[in-house]
């Protein structure tokens, strides 16, 4: 009687595990298949207010022959929600979304979805997509850059003119005071050549006035002498 009871706890083991392993094996299917089913670009789309978007979404080969139902899901900063595609501001074209007249609250993480209907094993099969980044600048905000930037130019210009011309200003002062300087080197040269000169001509008139002295000075011994002589004789005469 043990053995029975334990032979068919052991078959309704078995059966257990097996139900478990087949329910398992679909939904690891559908788990690998979702990760290559659909693709969207793993970039940030940058569009301006007014203008339209497309948001791409790629559906692989092995997802393309089932009957697809898309979906699209935005995620901003404080709700996230599904979007109603039949709205005018949404169009489809295929699994991808186009989205018009663009607003600046339109900014968000958009998720493409597709969710297998018609045959019963693909029933209920949902493919989410990684997801891409939209972001709507106002037309005022794209003005108000364009302003910075133009201004960040010419401050830049400006800064430079400011600076060649203080360069150029103090090479200017450089020069000069170099000329300045050669010239002032130049008349003290010419003032020290001018006071030799003065010093020479002075010299040599003191040197001729001497030699003139001299020579009236023993003119005038000569004759001192010669009226001396011509005394002297008349003395000796008179005596």
């Known amino acids: 009687m043990r053995s029975f009871t ?28 979702a990760e290559n089913c659909v693709s969207q670009p793993d970039k940030t ?13 790629t ?17 901003k900063e404080s709700v996230h929600y599904r979007l109603n595609l039949t709205d005018n501001k949404y169009n489809l074209s295929g699994a991808s979304l186009q989205i018009n007249s663009l607003q ?9 979805a597709a969710a297998a209907t018609g045959r019963a094993e693909a029933c209920c099969t949902q493919h989410v997509g990684t997801g891409t980044a939209l972001v709507v600048r106002e037309q005022a905000d794209i003005m108000m850059g364009h302003i910075l930037l133009s201004l960040l130019v010419l401050l830049v210009v400006y800064s430079l003119v400011i600076l060649t011309f203080i360069l150029k200003k103090c090479g200017c002062k450089t020069t000069v005071h170099r000329r300045m300087c050669t010239t002032d080197k130049n008349n003290s040269s010419k003032k020290l050549q001018f006071r030799d000169v003065l010093q020479e001509m002075y010299s040599r008139r003191n040197l001729e006035k001497s030699k003139h ?9 000569e004759a001192a002498n010669g009226e001396l002589d011509g005394s002297t004789d008349d003395i000796y005469q008179n005596v």
Request: charged letters at 20%.
């Open 104 to 112: 600046g609250n339109d900014s968000g993480i958009y998720h493409c």
């Open 59 to 75: 559906i692989s080969v092995d997802c393309s022959a089932e009957d697809l139902r898309y979906e699209w899901f935005v995620f």
């Open 45 to 57: 789309i940058w569009e301006k207010t007014g203008e339209a978007a497309l948001l791409p979404c």
């Open 6 to 33: 334990s032979c068919q706890a052991t078959e309704m083991d078995r059966l257990l595990w097996l139900s478990l392993l087949l329910t398992h094996l679909p939904a690891v299917e559908s788990m690998n298949r």
């Open 213 to 221: 002295t001299a020579r009236g000075n023993s003119t005038r011994v």
